[in-house]
């Protein structure tokens, strides 16, 4: 089966500019997930879909940050103004339920360089 | 709430050495433990994980866990190191809802 889909792969902007990442989960998943992975650590969760349906976003920077998954496939995550500190790996997973025995699969991820 | 330490940001092993990676977690639930592993430019891999049962737990490509209650442990091991096992080994607790705190990771360097 295919895997999780990101696009871009790699993305420069400077500081201030705007920034949107796509992600096409494995198809059938229910959940979806948007980590950012800053280097030297390990993957934290910034959003978490089930469905089109918000799960967690406790951990969004919503005065800049903001993701959709419209029709509870894909998922689109926007930044909007970028900062210095948002230059990072954002990795995007699926499972096929939300609950704790589900693997997560995860796309190779977008890095994103702010300058 | 959860928390992961994994123990030494880098570990150098030779080729055909025992593979030893420390985590250690906190939760005040039972938790659910596993370990992943993530080559350069590509996403994280399931190599095993933790749920109920069997402390022992066995993974792909020859790794082993075993989760250690008393010790809150759950430490990554394999008897020979391989090239191909060159990677950045992350180890995670789920617990109490469905949110997975991810440790900040170990790079594992193998010497030939």
């Known amino acids: 089966e295919a895997g999780v889909a990101q696009s871009p792969r790699y993305k420069i902007i400077e500081k201030r500019q705007s920034v949107a990442f796509w992600c096409n989960p494995i198809?059938?998943?229910?959940?979806l997930y948007w980590y950012q992975q800053i280097l030297g650590q390990g993957p934290k969760l910034l959003i978490q879909?089930?469905?089109?349906?918000?799960?967690?976003d406790s951990q969004l920077p919503k005065d800049r940050f903001s993701a959709e998954r419209l029709k509870g496939v894909d998922s689109t995550l926007k930044i909007q103004p970028a900062k210095l500190e948002d230059s990072a790996v954002y990795l995007c997973?699926?499972?096929?339920?939300?609950?704790?025995?589900?693997?997560?699969?995860f796309g190779p991820g977008t890095r994103l360089t702010v300058l | 709430a959860q928390s992961v330490t994994q123990l030494g940001s880098h570990v150098s092993v030779s080729e055909g050495a025992l593979v030893l990676l420390r985590c250690n977690y906190s939760?005040?639930?039972?938790?659910?433990l596993f370990w992943y592993v993530q080559y350069p430019n590509q996403g994280l891999q399931l190599l095993l994980k933790?749920?109920?049962?069997?402390?022992l737990v066995k993974g792909i490509n020859g790794f082993e866990a075993e989760f250690k209650k008393s010790e809150t442990s759950f430490h990554l091991t394999k008897p020979s190191a391989h090239m191909s096992d060159a990677a950045e080994y992350f180890c995670?607790?789920?617990?109490?809802?469905?949110?997975?705190?991810f440790g900040a990771g170990t790079r594992l360097f193998v010497k030939a």
């Open positions: 933790y749920t109920t049962g069997a402390t």
């Open positions: 879909f089930q469905n089109n349906g918000v799960v967690d």
């Open positions: 995670a607790v789920r617990g109490g809802g469905f949110k997975t705190i």
């Open positions: 198809s059938g998943h229910a959940t």
């Open positions: 939760s005040s639930v039972p938790p659910y």
């Open positions: 997973a699926s499972s096929l339920r939300g609950d704790e025995y589900n693997e997560q699969f």
